[in-house]
Structure formats: structure tokens, C-alpha cells
């Protein structure tokens, strides 16, 4: 059973700085391209940024260039993101998601992904 769960999250002052993990278990993920997104309250869920199989390549939504790191390590299963400044725009549900095994590729839509973890709470208090 695949599983993909994240970590990491809670309440940070604006400017602070936050890391998630998201554990990926029951397979390797080293083959995949991985993603973190968010969903704030009564908004749709956004992308924010992913990297390919071999974290050479990274993509970011707009609003984090600068401030967000995405990083891999693939001996131990395991994507992050480092998120530093944040802003409380930023608040949201953050959620972990892995592209299919043939896909290696980055992708920004979520449609593309296959595996989803449960999501972590990020607040960020003004």
C-alpha cells in the first residue's frame, strides 16, 4: 500500500520559516516526480512547487519564487520543502503528491498526480 505522509506543519510568525516533510512508504518514489500543494479555506486547491526524478529540476507557483526550497532525498524516500518569509497568504493546507512511476517529468497540475498524502496545517499569524 502506498502511503505518502507529510509533516512539519505548524503556526509560525510572518517572516518565519517552516520545513515539511513528506515520508513516502510501501514503494520508492525515486522514479517519480514529486509535488507539494495547497488548499486555503474556501479557496481551490494551488500548486506551489515540484521536482523531477533527480531533483535537477524545480518549478515554482509565482508567489513563492524566492522564499520556498523543494528538495529530495531519494535514499530515504523523502521530499521537503523549506519555506522561509512566510507570509500569512501563505496559510493554507499543504498536501505532498507523486506523479505515477513512469512519469519522471515535472508537472504543475495536479490531475497528473497519482499519490496524495493527507495534508499538514501551515498558519501564519500577522
Known amino acids: 500500500q502506498v502511503e505518502l505522509v507529510e509533516s512539519g506543519g505548524g503556526l509560525v510568525q510572518a517572516g518565519g520559516s517552516l520545513r515539511l516533510s513528506c515520508a513516502a512508504s510501501?514503494?520508492?518514489?525515486?522514479?517519480?516526480?514529486m509535488g507539494w500543494f495547497r488548499q486555503a479555506p474556501g479557496k481551490e486547491r494551488e500548486f506551489v512547487a515540484t521536482i523531477n526524478w533527480s531533483g535537477g529540476t524545480t518549478y515554482y507557483v509565482d508567489s513563492v519564487k524566492g522564499r520556498f526550497t523543494i528538495s529530495r532525498d531519494s535514499a530515504k524516500n523523502t521530499v521537503y520543502l523549506q519555506m522561509n518569509s512566510l507570509k500569512p497568504e501563505d496559510t493554507a493546507v499543504y498536501f505532498c503528491?507523486?506523479?505515477?512511476?513512469?512519469?519522471?517529468?515535472?508537472?504543475?497540475?495536479?490531475?497528473?498526480?497519482?499519490?496524495w498524502g493527507q495534508g499538514t496545517q501551515v498558519t501564519v499569524s500577522s
Open positions: 510501501g514503494r520508492t518514489f525515486r522514479r517519480n516526480a
Open positions: 503528491a507523486a506523479r505515477p512511476w513512469e512519469f519522471s517529468g515535472v508537472s504543475v497540475d495536479g490531475s497528473e498526480y497519482a499519490y
